[in-house]
């Protein structure tokens, strides 16, 4: 592979994973919000 | 402090000593995996050879989880623990007999051991100080650190999978240290040995320090 | 079943003033707010400085490219291991959910950005050293840095109750930064002794300057926001699931106390 391939590989995968992650971490967040009361939830 | 180590220690042993799950299994499986080792490396091509130091530690290092979690089986009774708690020995102190007693243990495994390389891979123990001075500090080292992992595996229902996880990363300094040592040992230069050691020593003094401070820390959970 | 009926009648009240703007409950407030948009308007900037805008290195040619995203993946994930470990003496001290939960959120995050400085790295190795894998004791560290903290996540997930999962998961976070200093000395040392090891340092230590320099810490610093951003909504998640078990169990035991009265 050339370097300019490896180079893209190496910022696509870091972008997809924290992408990912992101997404789960907030994801997680909404489906435990919704079990919670609203008055627990300190930040709102 | 050392007073209830070493009564921790001498029950442990005790224990040992009745069982002798230790010699009788645990002693015979590691001599298993020196066997094993020369299979997979054939020993006429010198490989062997260049890896006994290296295959040793290794070894040393299996033989150390199966008995970390020999020690905390012996513990993982109804109630045990709740009774343990309920002495008033101090945490430090029990910390201190379960690494000791661990590290008797451990020691006649790498005696057997050093037999078992002597013999099967024809190891020379030319500079026999250097690996008593190594063996030493790193069992004391694998011990400390074993010890403590071991009780943060403690009542878990997946103890047996997490163990190796959280103590072999850890002790992975070790397996270097005491390998270049042992090597430097071997070859005949132990002047280049000693540093490694002094490193193992290194390790040693900061596990057991985390062990005796942090040891109370889990113990003490409902 | 009461509460479960009191609560659906609670919500729709109490969410139309506070959560009007997402129409959904969600982990965030306006300060998580302004960090994700700062965020999400430099990452153009980012890119453009990181591929546009900068000069191929002279001695690394385009290679250079894949630091302005492996630099911020290392310094987040060190800074969130740090977070850990100064979280979890906190924890040893105080005892309380709130550090437990700060420890537990930047060790998740740090586990995530520890994968990604492997990966980049390897990358950047390929390209540079032609193998992936060096025995470089930056990488070595990172990579047991990365194994420690995978244990730290199985204790937690394997702890049965809080009280265990924050003592134990406590011990893990003070172990990290020890741990990580020993394997990176010892590993240093070794390689030390091979010839090999100055050419690795050569290649490493290369002068950056300039506009490229400007990059470099740019992109770090949209990384240390997008940790910062992280970090809120981690623990925010984290505090949702405690309360979540603590109804499950407050629940469970008031079904046995019913079936205990009949």
């Known amino acids: ?44 | ?222 | 079943m009461s509460i479960g009926n009191g609560q659906s009648a609670g919500t729709p009240l109490a969410t139309q003033d506070t959560r009007s703007v997402t129409g959904h409950p969600t982990t965030g407030s306006p300060a998580t707010r302004v960090l994700g948009i700062i965020v999400l308007l430099c990452l153009p900037l980012v890119l453009w400085l990181s591929f546009v805008a900068t000069p191929p290195d002279a001695v690394q040619g385009e290679s250079v490219r894949l630091l302005y995203v492996h630099v911020p993946s290392v310094t987040v994930a060190y800074v969130a291991c740090f977070v850990t470990f100064v979280a979890s003496i906190m924890w040893l001290w105080k005892r309380s959910e709130w550090w437990d939960l700060v420890g537990s959120s930047a060790a998740e995050i740090g586990s995530v950005f520890t994968a990604l400085t492997l990966v980049s790295g390897m990358i950047w190795g390929q390209i540079t050293w032609g193998t992936a894998w060096e025995w470089d004791p930056r990488l070595t560290s990172t990579l047991f840095l990365f194994l420690l903290l995978v244990g730290y996540q199985a204790l937690r997930a394997a702890s049965p109750d809080r009280s265990s999962r924050s003592r134990r998961s406590a011990v893990i976070g003070l172990l990290l930064v020890p741990n990580i200093l020993i394997v990176n000395r010892s590993v240093q040392w070794w390689r030390s002794l091979h010839q090999d090891a100055t050419l690795f340092r050569t290649d490493l230590d290369f002068r950056i300057e300039g506009l490229m320099l400007f990059t470099w810490m740019f992109t770090t610093a949209v990384g240390m926001v997008l940790l910062v951003w992280l970090l809120f909504h981690r623990f925010r998640v984290g505090w949702l699931a405690n309360r979540v078990e603590e109804r499950q169990l407050s629940e469970a035991v008031a079904a046995r106390r019913a079936e205990a009265t009949p």
């Open chain 1, 1 to 44: 592979m050339s370097t300019w391939a490896w180079v893209i590989t190496g910022w696509i995968i870091t972008v997809v994973v924290v992408v990912a992650y992101v997404g789960l971490v907030l994801q997680r967040g909404r489906s435990l919000s919704r079990q919670v009361p609203p008055e627990e939830q300190r930040w709102m």
């Open chain 2, 1 to 222: 402090m050392l007073r209830d180590a070493m009564l921790v220690a001498g029950k442990d042993l005790r224990v040992e000593a009745r069982t002798r799950v230790g010699l009788g299994q645990v002693a015979p499986f590691a001599v298993l995996v020196l066997v094993l080792f020369g299979f997979a490396l054939d020993p006429d091509r010198g490989i062997l050879e260049a890896a006994t130091p290296g295959l040793f530690w290794i070894t040393v290092l299996f033989a150390s989880v199966l008995g970390v979690q020999r020690a905390y089986a012996v513990e993982s009774g109804a109630g045990v623990r709740d009774a343990l708690r309920l002495t008033s020995l101090s945490p430090g102190g029990m910390f201190l007999g379960k690494a000791l007693a661990l590290a008797v243990q451990l020691l006649a495994v790498e005696l057997v051991l050093g037999v078992g390389v002597i013999v099967l891979y024809g190891a020379d123990p030319a500079g026999w100080i250097l690996l008593v001075g190594t063996a030493l500090p790193a069992t004391a080292g694998i011990a400390a650190a074993g010890s403590l992992s071991g009780v943060l595996a403690v009542g878990l229902r997946v103890r047996e999978t997490l163990l190796p996880l959280l103590l072999l990363p850890v002790l992975a300094p070790v397996l270097l240290a005491a390998t270049r040592a042992f090597e430097a040992a071997l070859d005949g230069s132990p002047a280049d040995g000693w540093p490694w050691a002094g490193l193992l020593a290194l390790f040693a003094v900061v596990y057991v320090g985390c062990g005796i401070g942090l040891y109370g820390t889990v113990l003490e959970e409902s």
